[in-house]
């Protein structure tokens, strides 16, 4: 999935430009030395003694000499071209005869020299200062007004808010989110109006949600709207280079801030600075930790008229120090979370808005194929389709380019080019449909959307389960019966040839997250465990995740094994159902060796004649 960064608005280097056209001046004066003979036709080259023996023969109508360049161009108008001797004066030549018919003119080139010489013996000078403010301005990072060498100052990038028109319009979906931040927005409009009340604004304010939902762009909506000087500071940034930096460069930036409110100080991605404290060692993690305290610090010293609002970003909120998290700080959160059907169609609204989608495209289709995805894949997909369009050379972006899109984002790139050997194949075709069936015939399982054989990315192959409609709760069953229909793959490969490939080895690391998220944070783990949780939350598959906490070696062994009888549960019920389907499994891997890819329509026809497992997919 692609994920795109703000884009970096700061402006052109002006030293560079500076440094371009210095070079540029440099090469025009020496191309275009004026009384240069640019057009006319090139002189014939001929030797001194030559030319002093045509000039006696009295063959010339002029000679002009410039610098230690003569030409001469005869009565039949040909040209020459000769050199003298520095510093040879034309009485030195003998070129002074006045019985001679020759014009004889000397061009004065002290001028433009001087000119010359001015500029190449400053060019160096330029280039070397400008060297040093560019290595400076690698180093630290001078902001906007941090002078030449100002290491320690702020990174922020400001974004001017007339220039940065982004608006609450641009952010489809989150309106609850929105409506979160509305206020904050009238505040530092109206900052007199909650001030006469007595309220007091957060301060800090904390945007949760998963990577890709339009947390920054709803961090520059916020200013766009509220059209205050907004400053935003990635998380990473500060944590570059030197010890003692990032500290120095969060008092700069609070002080800038505060110069300029009302505005807004944004800081994304925080995680990278604001993980707990104390933990490991190393001089990465103090830096990290006097970064830290350095913006404690600043938003403990704001004193209540101070109308600076600092947003954060975050996906990991567990993560962060809980001193963030205190009231005076950042005590309001905001989630934006994954966008459910409607909120994905407005956010392919708002990108199909400047491109020429077609009439008969439904995106409301589209929305109901990707659950699951965030709004910047879902940018992705309209951006995808719109490239498609131009391969195809088609006029209006059409469904089917939509379509195609979304399987790209959703499995990355097919790679037709990669060399199968028909075994192989062979193989993967079994396995793929092992999946599929396996799924089917299970209670819970999303159906199956697409099945193909066509190397995608890193896979070899996809069977690709696809849920009707957004769900927020897992089932223990569901996860039960995913781990079966994982199992399919395998399972498939070991009953027609009898062995196993490395090709699963994804599935079984799923199948194992799987499980033991299932022991050690849901509680399903079996009557001797109980409903004890033995993991911290995290992010992981359904969404949580675990960090393995304190416990004893004599439940570490209890876990393991009921990880372990899950795993095994699921592999027997898999087996099952792949050995009593087993000719319809040939049957589709031989079809899907022809076709290379199935529908879920073609999928299911294979199943119209006998009762299936479930009826609610068909
Ligand atoms: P995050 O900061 O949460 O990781 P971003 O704000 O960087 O996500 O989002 C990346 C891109 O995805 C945005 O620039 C925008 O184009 C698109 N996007 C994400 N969410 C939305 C949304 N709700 N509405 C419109 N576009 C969105
Ligand atoms: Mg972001
Ligand atoms: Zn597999």
Redesign the pocket.
């Known amino acids: 999935m692609k994920?795109?960064?703000?884009k970096n608005t700061s402006s052109q280097n002006p030293f560079r430009v500076l440094l371009i056209i210095a070079l540029a001046a440099a090469a025009f004066a020496l191309i275009f030395q004026p009384g240069g003979n640019f057009g006319q036709e090139e002189p014939q080259e001929i030797s001194l003694s030559e030319f002093l023996q045509k000039y006696e023969e009295d063959a010339f109508q002029t000679i002009e000499i410039k610098d230690n360049k003569i030409t001469a161009e005869t009565f039949d108008e040909e040209r020459y071209e000769t050199t003298k001797e520095a510093g040879a004066t034309i009485v030195d030549l003998g070129l002074n005869d006045r019985m001679k018919r020759a014009q004889v003119e000397i061009v004065d080139t002290s001028g433009s020299k001087m000119w010359l010489n001015i500029l190449l013996g400053v060019a160096p000078f330029i280039l070397l200062i400008a060297f040093f403010i560019f290595l400076s301005r690698k180093a630290g990072g001078g902001g906007g007004e941090g002078g030449p060498f100002g290491f320690g100052k702020s990174k922020a990038k400001i974004y001017d808010a007339k220039k940065h028109s982004t608006k609450f319009t641009?952010?489809?979906?989150?309106e609850e989110a929105k409506e979160e931040v509305v206020e904050v927005v009238d505040f530092l409009k109206n900052p007199a109006k909650y001030r006469k009340m007595g309220a007091k604004i957060p301060k800090g304010i904390l945007?949760v949600?998963?990577?890709?939902?339009?947390?920054?762009?709803?961090?520059?909506a916020i200013a766009g709207e509220a059209n205050v000087p907004f400053f935003s500071v990635s998380g990473s940034e500060f944590v570059e280079m030197f010890v003692g930096v990032g500290a120095s460069r969060v008092r700069d930036l609070f002080k800038t801030a505060k110069r300029n409110a009302p505005c807004l100080i944004f800081i994304?991605?925080i995680d990278a600075i604001g993980k707990k404290r104390g933990q490991g060692s190393g001089g990465g993690h103090d830096e990290r930790e006097q970064t830290l305290n350095q913006i404690l610090t600043e938003m403990d010293g704001f004193d209540p008229g101070t109308n600076v609002i600092v947003l954060a970003?975050t996906?990991r909120p567990d993560v962060l120090d809980h001193a963030l998290l205190r009231p005076g700080r950042f005590d309001r959160r905001v989630h934006?979370d994954m966008?459910d059907l409607e909120?994905r169609l407005?956010?392919l609204d708002?990108?199909g808005q400047n491109k020429p989608l077609d009439s008969s495209v439904e995106l409301r289709k589209i929305a109901s194929k990707t659950v699951g995805f965030?709004?910047?894949?879902?940018?992705?997909v309209v951006n995808e389709a719109a490239i498609m369009a131009v391969k195809k050379r088609a006029k209006t972006l059409l469904q089917e380019h939509l379509e195609d899109a979304v399987e790209k984002v959703a499995m990355g790139p097919e790679r037709r080019s990669r060399k199968i050997s028909e075994r192989e194949k062979e193989i993967i075709a079994h396995h793929e449909a092992g999946h599929a069936i396996a799924g089917h015939f299970t209670k819970n399982c999303e159906p199956v959307h697409k099945i193909s054989v066509i190397s995608r990315g890193s896979a070899l192959g996809v069977t690709w389960f696809l849920p009707v409609e957004d769900t927020y709760l897992q089932s223990e069953q569901k996860m039960k019966d995913e781990m079966v229909s994982l199992h399919g793959g395998r399972m498939a490969e070991r009953l027609i040839f009898g062995q196993t490939t490395s090709g699963a080895s994804n599935d079984l690391e799923r199948i194992s997250q799987i499980a033991r998220a299932m022991v050690m944070t849901y509680g399903m783990g079996g009557k001797k465990l109980g409903s004890v949780v033995f993991a911290n939350k995290k992010r992981g598959p359904f969404g949580l995740d675990f960090e393995e906490k304190d416990f004893s070696p004599e439940t570490a062994r209890l876990i393991d094994q009921e990880v372990q009888s899950l795993v095994e549960e699921a592999e027997d019920r898999c087996l099952e159902i792949l050995k009593k389907h087993e000719s319809l499994l040939k049957t589709i891997a031989n079809d899907l060796l022809k076709k290379e890819t199935m529908t879920r329509e073609e999928f299911l026809k294979y199943f119209s004649k006998q009762p299936a497992g479930k009826t609610k997919k068909s």
Do not use: Y
């Open positions: 994920k795109r960064g703000p641009n952010v489809a979906g989150a945007l949600g998963p990577p890709g939902t339009g947390k920054t762009l709803l961090a520059r994304d991605e970003a996906n934006i966008p909120a407005k956010i708002v990108h965030s709004g910047a894949d879902l940018e992705s």
